[in-house]
Structures are given as structure tokens and as C-alpha cells.
């Protein structure tokens, strides 16, 4: 109920101030495992990529912004997953992991953090590892901003990544780098 009430409560927010286009919503599988990568240009990327879907989505948030006495609590209802930030975090491997093994939704930006020049960045290893490993519907989004007050921002989000052909047989150290350039560059079509 509370993920309901604050995605009600940021819509009119984001209609108000920062009004969203959208497009391809249609592409987010309405059940199964789904993971949302898109590009990461503000700290209103978060609830702009989830707050008109259907689904409940889950973002990971740095460690810090749990011991934030109301906001802690309120991040921690809407369902983000703490991570340490700057090292390999086993628990946020494994809770990402879980939501995705009951079928749940995890957006991540695969850049790791805002990319401060606007321009799309390289990405990390961690979104390709959850995609070969959960076996998710890879779901590529791009934010074209910036935000500004009573402007419109666009999210589009794409159609699924084919990645049929990486999850057959090879390793995956073999094709993570492979896979993390494959979702990169479908961000990027999409900014």
C-alpha cells in the first residue's frame, strides 16, 4: 500500500513540476523477471522510470541514504536495495537476485553513477551479470533531459534485448563485457 500511495503522490509531483513523456511503456513485460537498465542523469531518475508502470520497481540506493532517519524508512517500504558503494556487495548481489528470482522488477543505471557531461558512458559489469545470471527480460530505457522546472523530460523505454545467444552455454566472464557494450549502445539509441 505505501509503494501505491508514494507512486500516486509522485505522479502528481512529476505532472506538476516534471512533466514526463513517454514511450514504450507497452515493451515492460506485464510478470516475470524484468530489469529496467537506463541511463542516469538526475536523482529524479529513480521515480521517473517507475512511477507509471504497472509494476513495482526496485532501485538500489547507496547504504548512506538508509541511516537518513525518515528517508531510510521510506526507501527501504518502497523497496530499494542498499549498496555499498565502490566495492563488490554481496548482499546487494543477492537481494537483487531474489527480486528477480520472484519475478519482480530492479531498474539499474549500468553507468554506476550520474554521468555528469550528459552524454551517455561506458558501463559497468553489473547489469550484464544480472541479466545472464536471472535470466530476466533485459529492458533498455532512455532518459532525455535535463530536468527543468514545467518542462518536459522523455523516458523511453525499448524493446527487449535479444540475449538468447549469450545465455547458451558460454561463461559468463567470457560475455559480460560483451553484454554490458550490447546494453550501452541500446541506451544510447534510445537518448
Given at each position: 500500500m505505501f509503494y501505491i500511495f508514494a507512486r500516486a503522490v509522485l505522479r502528481i509531483f512529476y505532472r506538476i513540476?516534471?512533466?514526463?513523456?513517454?514511450?514504450?511503456?507497452?515493451?515492460?513485460?506485464?510478470?516475470?523477471?524484468?530489469?529496467?537498465?537506463?541511463?542516469?542523469?538526475?536523482l529524479l531518475d529513480p521515480p521517473a522510470i517507475g512511477i507509471y508502470l504497472k509494476r513495482k520497481v526496485s532501485f538500489f540506493a547507496k547504504e548512506e541514504l538508509f541511516k537518513v532517519p525518515l528517508l531510510g524508512?521510506?526507501?527501504?517500504?518502497?523497496?530499494?536495495?542498499?549498496v555499498k558503494r565502490?566495492?563488490?556487495?554481496?548482499?546487494?548481489?543477492?537481494?537483487?537476485?531474489?527480486?528477480?528470482?520472484?519475478?519482480?522488477?530492479?531498474?539499474?543505471?549500468?553507468?554506476?553513477?550520474?554521468?555528469k557531461s550528459g552524454q551517455v558512458?561506458?558501463?559497468?559489469?553489473?547489469?550484464?551479470?544480472?541479466?545472464?545470471?536471472?535470466?530476466?527480460?533485459?529492458?533498455?530505457?532512455?532518459i532525455r533531459g535535463p530536468y527543468k522546472l514545467f518542462r518536459k523530460t522523455t523516458i523511453t523505454y525499448g524493446p527487449p534485448?535479444?540475449?538468447?545467444?549469450?545465455?547458451?552455454?558460454?561463461?559468463?566472464?567470457a560475455v559480460t563485457d560483451e553484454i554490458s557494450d550490447l546494453i550501452m549502445e541500446h541506451i544510447r539509441r534510445l537518448v
Open positions: 513540476f516534471y512533466p514526463l513523456q513517454l514511450r514504450g511503456s507497452e515493451h515492460v513485460p506485464n510478470e516475470g523477471p524484468v530489469l529496467l537498465c537506463s541511463n542516469h542523469i538526475s524508512a521510506a526507501i527501504r517500504r518502497l523497496g530499494a536495495i542498499p565502490g566495492a563488490a556487495d554481496r548482499k546487494a548481489l543477492s537481494a537483487t537476485l531474489q527480486v528477480l528470482e520472484k519475478g519482480g522488477v530492479v531498474g539499474i543505471f549500468p553507468e554506476g553513477t550520474r554521468a558512458e561506458a558501463g559497468k559489469k553489473g547489469a550484464a551479470f544480472f541479466a545472464l545470471r536471472s535470466q530476466a527480460t533485459v529492458i533498455p530505457v532512455g534485448i535479444e540475449l538468447s545467444s549469450y545465455r547458451n552455454g558460454k561463461s559468463a566472464a
